[in-house]
């Protein structure tokens, strides 16, 4: 099988190449919660995993399901958004 030179360029910053799992990755922000599907070479072959992804992610679009990545500010500097776990988290100390 041959590729094209440009065929690990993503299309668009959200549709990405992972290497470790051998897949295009669809990413997409619903209900301020990161989520992600992947389209493995294994299942869907080397040329057709790309454009299922690609395919997958504008009818995500066209049903309204992307959204723009939340951004997360707190007042007080002791509680913050843990992007890794998608959460609030908060730091104090006890007896001092």
Known sequence: ?????????????????????????????????????????KKF??????????????ELKGSGRVHARPSHKSSNDSIMWDERMQGWAVSYWQNG
């Open 1 to 41: 099988v041959t590729l094209d030179d440009d065929y690990y360029d993503s299309p668009d910053p959200n549709i990405r190449w992972d290497d470790y799992s051998e897949c295009w990755e669809v990413y997409w922000y619903e209900h301020e919660k990161l989520n992600a599907k992947p389209f493995p070479v």
């Open 45 to 58: 072959g080397i040329k057709w995993s790309k454009e299922e992804a690609k395919k997958f992610y504008e």
